[in-house]
């Protein structure tokens, strides 16, 4: 008789302590001492499905946007729990491209936004891509801001550029869906919400929205 010895990261055992402890800080201090980003994102790639679902979670806490192509895959994951665990996480990570500084202006960008500041916003995201035009989710922020002043047009090619650069960015095939219904082309925003579901299959209310323009087309 032959017996599978089947190890099981330490890892993986602190995801199934924190189910039962619900002690987030605990388990990315554990997290923290013993790995580092590439191991965590090859965890991410295991047959164990406990062991994807924590490595899908601590990115969230640990990585940086190098994790992004790892945590899109994650997103049509067979497991519906490691796809909410990857959808949370990589929203978490595409702000964390660039340097610090370039981080602090993104944050203070956001921050702009969530006060309705939208000139603001838009000033500061366009010295930032004129630092770094590669900064998806800098230039996602200001896709964000140009479609609150009703900038649809640009708001639109802001999202598509986010997408060349960032293929895993469900959020600008969204906002570019809203934007080309603002600008009364429903064909064009079927295809924007329909892209954004095949990255991302759990965005339940955005198959909602897209059924009722689809029956109302």
């Known amino acids: 008789m032959s017996f599978i010895n089947t190890v099981v990261p330490r890892l993986t055992s602190f995801y199934l302590e924190y189910l039962q402890e ?4 605990l388990f990315v201090k554990r997290s923290t001492r013993y790995y580092e980003q590439p191991t ?3 965890l991410a790639l295991s047959e164990q499905v406990d062991t994807r679902r924590a ?6 806490f640990l990585g940086d946007y190098k994790s992004n192509s790892v945590l899109g895959r994650l997103l049509i994951d067979v497991d519906r729990s490691v796809r909410l665990l990857a959808e949370s996480s990589i929203k978490n990570i595409w702000p964390r ?6 981080r602090h202006e993104l944050r203070e960008a956001m921050r702009n936004i969530a006060a309705h500041n939208f000139d603001e916003a838009i000033r500061i995201t366009n010295n930032l891509l004129d630092e770094f035009p590669l900064y998806a989710e800098a230039r996602n922020q200001r896709g964000i801001a140009l479609f609150a002043v009703g900038d649809f047009c640009d708001a639109i090619e802001d999202c598509k550029i986010v997408l060349d650069i960032n293929p895993y960015h469900f959020g600008a095939a969204i906002g ?4 080309y219904l603002q600008i009364k082309n429903k064909e064009f925003a079927i295809i924007c ?4 579901l095949k990255i991302n ?5 955005i198959r909602r929205h897209l059924a009722k323009i689809v029956q109302k087309f």
Do not use: T
Not at 176 to 179: R, Y
Not at 201 to 205: C, Q, Y
């Open 55 to 60: 490595a899908a979670m601590a990115l969230g």
């Open 176 to 179: 570019m869906g809203h934007a």
């Open 193 to 196: 919400f329909q892209q954004a």
């Open 40 to 42: 965590i994102m090859r």
């Open 22 to 25: 619900h002690d987030v800080a």
């Open 201 to 205: 299959p759990n965005l339940e209310s």
């Open 97 to 102: 491209d660039g340097s610090e500084q370039q």
